[in-house]
């Protein structure tokens, strides 16, 4: 069975701050997908980045960066210099071969001007 | 533009009355996949399609039907809602073909639903 733990339930920040969202999963698949979306406010889900099993390479995005360990099981996305627009609810999430999302509860990222 | 459309957007019911919430994708996606959050839960999967008449059940699919008769829909059917299945529901696509590194799900904008 799969599953993804984000234990952060809550993280609150004032701007410009750097946050780390912590992500954890467990899998017995070789090859799966792991992935970052952010639910704003307004509900709806953007999607952030996607990294398959065999890659473990950093990747920063601009303010963002995803730290993928396997050793660890752990996705860890980080927020260089917050902003108030970075306010939202993270999901992390996991698919295998069947394309089925699991995903973990969410970390709400509460940043204050 | 490419996008997965939801309707309605909200919607208030009474327990019993039979409802649909439509969803559509111009992608040409053959997955399709709907799921419901809720508060502490994330998100959690009810029902999906690999293609067109090729459903199967998720992890919470009891009170639900979905139907994928053709590429593009892929509606879910609440035959006689309860107030547990007050809820956000979202509605998801992706490519299959190229294998599961080949695309990103991509979700609608949400279904809110009140069951009163």
């Known amino acids: 069975a799969q599953k993804v733990t984000q234990a952060q339930t809550e993280i609150s920040v004032v701007e410009k701050e750097d946050v780390t969202l912590d992500c954890v999963y467990e899998t017995r698949d070789t090859t799966y997908y792991l992935f970052w979306y952010k639910q704003p406010p307004s509900g709806e889900l953007v999607f952030l980045i996607r990294?398959?099993?065999?890659?473990?390479q950093n990747e920063i995005s601009g303010r963002y960066s995803w730290n993928f360990q396997k050793s660890t099981s752990s996705f860890n996305f980080t927020i260089t210099a917050s902003q108030v627009v970075d306010s939202a609810v993270y999901f992390c999430a996991l698919a295998r071969s069947n394309y089925k999302l699991t995903f973990g509860k969410g970390t709400l990222l509460t940043v204050n001007p | 533009e490419a996008q997965v459309t939801q309707n309605p957007r909200y919607l208030i019911t009474v327990t019993g009355k039979k409802l649909t919430v439509t969803c559509s994708q111009n992608m040409n996606h053959e997955y399709m996949s709907w799921y419901r959050q809720d508060p502490g839960l994330g998100l959690r999967q009810i029902y999906y399609s690999m293609n067109v008449e090729v459903t199967d059940k998720g992890d919470v699919p009891e009170g639900y039907k979905v139907s994928r008769k053709e590429k593009r829909n892929f509606p879910l059917i609440l035959e006689s809602p309860s107030p547990n299945q007050t809820s956000l529901y979202f509605c998801?696509?992706?490519?299959?073909?190229?294998?599961?590194?080949?695309?990103?799900?991509?979700f609608g904008p949400g279904t809110r639903l009140t069951v009163l």
């Open positions: 998801a696509s992706r490519r299959v073909a190229g294998g599961l590194g080949s695309g990103t799900q991509y």
């Open positions: 990294r398959n099993s065999f890659d473990e």
